[in-house]
């Protein structure tokens, strides 16, 4: 018997849960269909950060960067375990742009996003700064600013799962290979499964050309496939702050606190042109991050320091531009026409930090053609699972976890609370030691959180546990990867 449902979202990225969530909330009955796991794709590879985008005010992308620096507020406030509060530290580069334009930019950001609850840009003299320390010949002035840190492929997965807890089916690892109208409904072929739909959302990203091609629609608007690349090295500074850093070709570049022990180099902008199934950072594109560190620290950063590399594809509007970084982040919404038949809407471009005003959106579009889609706006309001709580007041939940379950190291109790926030305790339980979690696979991740990963948020493989469900890859050797691996099956 075939399922059906009033929408079917294609892609479980941020923009596909997302669309899921507020879909379910507004009572309809929703599938999320993911060719690989959640996230997977450019929404676990970005530089992970919820902002309005600094850098977008010089392309004049005013419009852009208000409603992100809105979204920032809000996320903060839904989410307070997944995303928290970073300063960041611009200095003033001779030769680059001029201070009083750096001055007017960040007056100019601190503005249009309305009343904030972070504190506002001021300039800083870097001699006196602890992120002054290690700059290379230690410019004298610099501004501070705030913006705020994300837990990306979380962002995705707490997303799903709401979706799930309000009704919604949520299908990773199907892979749509057919979909065609069907009178006033969508008949949507994923492998050996097939399902019917009223409504189809194509929340592809980087392939929602391909998927509008797949159901037979002519992609609304070119999608431009630039590719982000970032490194990540051991901690390089004995201080939390973030630093953007102004580079001789007017790019921007983020170097930036990461998983505690590490630090996050990134990105790059460059046109993809291969396969989404293989993207990598390359090695220019590393050899180009390095660069720009070591232009602007006096710390030695060879090529042997990198831990990790990651690229993740970014679908952007094509408009034009000829320079990548120049490209617009902003989002476009196609919807079909109703004389063609059961309505079809793409999702085109985007940023993280707007997801969910994307899908608010998408929403109130479909809901003008769909009988029974409620026209409310909910999601800004109700928190992310784990998420109930004050937002800044991550640190006392770290505290309540190490109080319960004394057990926990110090960093445990931070990663946990990080992660989970209040939904921590569902796997944590009733446990009074550490062998009550069961197995020990390394880096504090026990059998508990491992099949509490794999029954409530779709994890199946050691990579969906490593890299997207926690970023443990970083810490595991190949001998705790390969235990795993063999527990998971695969």
């Not at 979202?9 to 309809?28: L, P, Q, S, T, Y």
């Not at 290979?177 to 097939?194: D, F, K, L, M, V």
């Not at 948020?457 to 050797?477: I, N, P």
Request: aromatic share 8%; charged share 25%; glycine share 12%.
């Amino acid at each position: 018997m075939t399922a059906t449902f009033d929408i079917a979202v294609i892609g479980g990225g941020v923009n596909g849960a997302g669309v899921a969530r507020d879909a379910a909330g507004r009572g309809a009955k929703v599938l999320l269909l993911e060719a690989d796991d959640l996230a997977s794709g450019t929404s676990s590879r970005s530089s992970k950060l919820v902002h309005g985008g600094l850098r977008y005010l010089e392309y004049r992308e005013f419009a852009l960067v208000r409603e992100a620096l809105g979204e920032r507020e809000t996320l903060w406030s839904i989410a307070p375990h997944i995303v928290w509060p970073m300063r960041f530290v611009l200095p003033v580069t001779r030769g680059m742009r001029p201070r009083w334009m750096l001055r007017a930019g960040l007056f100019l950001y601190d503005r249009l996003g309305g009343k904030s609850a972070l504190p506002p840009a001021r300039p800083v003299k870097l001699a006196d700064h602890p992120a002054g320390a290690h700059l290379a010949g230690a410019p004298p002035r610099g501004f501070a600013y705030s913006d705020c840190w994300v837990d990306d492929s979380r962002l995705v997965v707490l997303n799903a799962k709401d979706a799930a807890r309000r009704g919604g089916s949520v299908l990773t690892r199907r892979r749509v290979t057919a979909a065609r109208r069907e009178g006033a409904s969508w008949r949507i072929e994923a492998g050996s499964e097939s399902f019917t739909a009223r409504a189809i959302v194509n929340a592809a990203g980087p392939a929602a050309d391909d998927v509008a091609l797949l159901t037979g629609e002519r992609p609304a608007f070119g999608i431009r496939r630039v590719r982000g690349s970032h490194i990540v090295v051991p901690r390089q500074f004995d201080h939390d702050f973030a630093y953007i850093l102004q580079l001789p070709d007017t790019r921007v570049m983020f170097v930036l606190p990461y998983e505690r022990d590490f630090t996050l180099i990134g990105t790059t902008d460059a046109d993809h042109e291969g396969e989404l199934g293989d993207v990598r950072a390359s090695e220019s594109e590393i050899a180009y991050l390095l660069t720009g560190f070591r232009r602007h620290f006096d710390l030695p950063l060879p090529r042997e320091k990198v831990v990790q590399a990651f690229a993740g594809v970014r679908a952007l509007v094509a408009d034009g531009t000829g320079r990548p970084e120049a490209a617009t982040r902003g989002y476009r919404l196609s919807l079909s026409d109703p004389g063609e038949g059961a309505p079809m809407l793409g999702i085109y471009g985007g940023k993280i930090t707007s997801y969910r005003a994307v899908a608010q959106e998408s929403l109130d579009m479909l809901a003008a053609r769909l009988d029974g889609l409620a026209q409310q706006h909910w999601t800004g309001d109700e928190p992310l699972p784990g998420g109930d709580f004050a937002r800044g007041g991550q640190h006392l939940l770290v505290r309540e976890l190490a109080a319960e379950y004394p057990f926990l190291s110090g960093d445990d109790a931070l990663r946990i609370a990080r992660a989970y926030g209040l939904d921590a305790l569902d796997w944590l339980g009733g446990a009074t030691t550490r062998a009550d979690l069961g197995r020990d696979f390394g880096c504090g991740l026990s059998e508990a959180e491992v099949d509490y990963l794999r029954r409530e948020e779709w994890a199946q493989t050691a990579e969906d546990v490593l890299w997207r469900r926690s970023k443990l890859g970083l810490r595991m050797d190949a001998e705790q990867r390969d235990g795993l691996r063999d527990y998971l099956g695969g």
